[in-house]
């Protein structure tokens, strides 16, 4: 019994370890961005196969809801090769305190623009 979770519990280690990195784009905020006020959130993400990338260069930015100003359409995820100096501020909704909701679309914007968490 302990032989079988030993070889169980390597087997599951060298899975993990052998799983391959998916290149993400470097991460930005909001901070000055406008949202959009929008009456509810948006549908559960689309699971998504992610094909090869086309280049060492390029980032994969995931799949998502975006709203056009009357309801949420789904945006397929896609590999970007990111302009030097540049972040990209993913998809956000946020609560305010009055329990309103507001939706920050995903994009692209200079490393150097203020920005603050």
Known sequence: MRR????????????VACTPHLPLPPQGTHHGDTPAEVPFGPPTPRVQEIPDPPSEAAVWV??????????????PGHWVVPSPGSVYAPPTLVRRRDGSLVYYEGLWKRADATSSP
Not at 62 to 75: E, I
Request: charged share 15%; hydrophobic share 40%.
């Open 4 to 15: 079988g979770a030993f070889a169980l519990a390597c087997s599951m280690a060298c899975g």
């Open 62 to 75: 995931d799949g998502h809801w975006s709203w056009d100003g009357s309801d949420y359409q789904w945006r």
